[in-house]
């Protein structure tokens, strides 16, 4: 799989989050609702700087350990991985090839993830611009494509590892 397309697509999500947050931060009030029960009703405030501070570190730790986690794998003793016919898929002449199958996943999922920050923070952002609730049924939307998305990531590399097709 090529690695590359992933890179590319993550470094353009993290540019429109940055964007998203350039863009709606002076338009935000000071103290803003960081958090919406089940109905879409705020339950939880914060001021905006501490709000995109969390946001920040949080994706730059989620980023971070996604984006190692197949350097941090390859360091393991094989033991330690938990992997169908590991023997084959970790032997010297495979394993170069199945931890980039393993640093493309983690890319992957990064992309997700950073897609779900930013369509939820529009649907929250928009809604403390505008002083009215956040749509239910977009963050719904948001959160299904989403596991759509990591189910169908997760297939295609259970596919790779337990199928037939070798990497």
């Known amino acids: 799989m090529n690695i590359k397309l992933p890179q590319i697509i993550l470094t353009i999500l993290i540019l429109v989050f940055l964007g998203q947050i350039v863009y709606l931060y002076p338009q935000l009030p000071e103290t ?44 393991l003793p094989v033991s330690a991985i938990n992997l169908p016919n590991k023997d084959y898929w970790l032997s010297p002449d495979r394993s170069e090839q199945t931890f980039a199958a393993f640093r493309g996943f983690f890319t992957w999922l990064s992309v997700i993830i950073v897609g779900l920050f930013i369509a ?47 990497v």
């Open 32 to 75: 803003i609702a960081s958090h919406f029960n089940a109905s879409g009703q705020a339950d939880g405030f914060a001021s905006k700087v501490s709000f995109f501070i969390f946001e920040g570190v949080l994706v730059v730790v989620l980023l971070s350990v996604f984006l190692s986690m197949s350097k941090i794998l390859s360091k």
């Open 120 to 166: 939820i923070n529009q649907i929250a952002l928009t809604a403390n611009v505008m002083k009215k609730d956040p749509s239910v049924t977009q963050f719904w939307i948001s959160l299904g494509i989403f596991f759509v998305m990591d189910a169908v990531l997760i297939f295609i590399y259970l596919r790779r590892f337990f199928g037939t097709k070798k």
